[in-house]
């Protein structure tokens, strides 16, 4: 039997959200300011928290030493307050492939990346992934190489997941708000490579001193 | 047997590479939620779990996912005791009839009066 | 002290337990190697009924050939995942 998608409901629930907001503050349970003060904090954390991390360790061995040995402590030495117990960090090289999925639901570091992204999400994923990684990994447009192993990790307790993926070739010389520019929360998913961003290789050749 | 939610490994069909954003009210709804967490320290994100697994394979099979998230929130809040489930659906009907529309629960449709 | 340190052999369980379960059905009676002592935390399958307070309990990272899980998977590869230890028994 198929997993089924399902998308239904969508007004529905929108409406019912709705209610239970209004419900929820006539009652007191929640003040208005407890409810801006979560939607601030939930719409605050997003890639580029995450796309700093995986810059600055390419940038800095021992920073990367860091980050690989406690995820949630180096997010910290950034500024970031991380909230999930702990963030396991995977490194992937020219053998390894490293792949997250959370079959049961949808655990994520949201504290530091902000929402999933909808595919990660999704039954297709979470049903197909643990499975077949390399053909799922195909359909999302990153088909690997041949003789590169496939770990999957399937997060589905206390640790969250954050993908360091490979540098970019080329990118010796660039800084690490350029270098945090290459990096896709695919990409830190394990979903996609961390890729050269073409507006950041225009903005470098009309910067002479950017090599 | 863990569960209808627990589908690692079965079939499913080809990979949507699609990112919509979260919808306004969908991000509103997490946002009720953690607010209570934190605030009230009565609920938790292994009772929302819990009720998502237990409110039946067809609301699951049907419903997106931040769908079910509300649909559980919301019978975790009468479980407890916060807000009934018949208060939720009354305010639902109240809300879409001062707009002129009309709730078919069964159907979980918001439709024209 | 953690039952098990990196490197031992250990077999998922296949309990009988309803309720929230955090043990995928495609890695019941799996063996495979222990990869990390994650931590200690509170029992999922208790918070998930606002019991108060909840098992605390020893997470490890298990490690699974995933030739071990599915027919034909390629040799190579594997499937990490996260087991709370009362899921575990050792494995000689």
């Known amino acids: 039997m198929m997993i089924c998608e399902g998308e ?5 629930h929108a409406l019912m959200t709705e209610a239970l907001h209004r419900l929820l503050l006539e009652r007191g349970v929640l003040e208005p300011a407890d409810v801006d003060r979560l939607i601030a904090q939930l719409s605050k954390p997003n890639r580029e928290w995450g796309a700093r991390l995986i810059a600055r360790a390419w940038m800095d061995a021992d920073y990367k030493a860091r980050l690989l040995a406690d995820g949630r402590a180096a997010g910290a030495e950034l500024g970031f307050s991380i909230k999930e117990a702990q963030i396991i960090v ?28 909808w595919w990660y999400i999704s039954k297709t994923y979470r049903a197909r992934a643990v499975r077949e990684p390399r053909a799922v990994l195909a359909e999302l447009g990153y088909p690997l190489p ?20 490979m540098r970019p070739e080329g990118t010796e010389a660039w ?5 945090a520019d290459c990096v896709s929360r695919d990409a830190m998913v394990g ?21 | 047997m863990t569960g209808y939610h627990d589908i690692g490994g079965k079939a499913a069909g080809p990979m949507i590479k699609l990112d919509p954003q979260p919808a306004e009210w969908a991000m509103l709804s997490e946002a009720l939620r953690n607010a209570i967490q934190q605030k009230h320290r009565n609920i938790s994100l292994d009772e929302l779990r819990r009720t998502f697994e237990t409110m039946g394979e067809e609301l699951y099979n049907s419903l997106g996912f931040y769908e079910r998230r509300v649909a559980a929130f919301a019978r975790l809040l009468d479980e407890k005791g ?22 078919n629960h069964a159907a979980m449709n918001v439709e024209p009066a | 002290m953690p039952r098990f340190a990196a490197g031992d052999r250990v077999r998922i ?24 002592h994650c931590g200690t935390y509170a029992n999922p399958e208790e918070l998930a009924y606002g019991r108060p307070d909840p ?11 995933q030739a071990a899980l599915w027919a034909g998977a390629p040799a190579s590869d594997e499937l990490d995942i996260e087991i709370y230890d009362h899921w575990l028994e050792p494995v000689a």
């Open chain 1, 175 to 179: 800084d690490e708000t350029r270098l």
């Open chain 1, 8 to 12: 239904a409901g969508g007004d529905y």
């Open chain 1, 146 to 165: 041949e003789g590169v192993r496939v770990r999957v990790h399937d997060s589905n307790a206390d640790m969250r997941y954050l993908v360091l993926p």
């Open chain 1, 90 to 117: 995977l490194e992937n090289t020219p053998g390894l492939h490293n792949l997250v999925v959370c079959t049961l639901c949808s655990c994520y570091p949201r504290s530091l990346l902000g929402q999933p992204p």
């Open chain 3, 55 to 65: 098992a605390r309990v020893d997470l490890y990272r298990v490690r699974i050939a």
């Open chain 2, 82 to 103: 916060i807000v009934g489930l018949d208060e939720t659906l009354a305010r639902m009907d109240a809300i879409a009839a001062a707009r002129g529309q009309r709730v």
């Open chain 1, 191 to 211: 979903a996609a490579p961390a890729r050269v961003i073409w507006e950041t290789v225009q903005q470098a050749a009309s910067d002479p001193t950017q090599a």
């Open chain 3, 13 to 36: 369980l296949d309990l009988p337990k309803t309720g929230h379960i955090r043990v995928p059905d495609y890695v019941r009676g799996a063996v495979g190697a222990i990869e990390r």
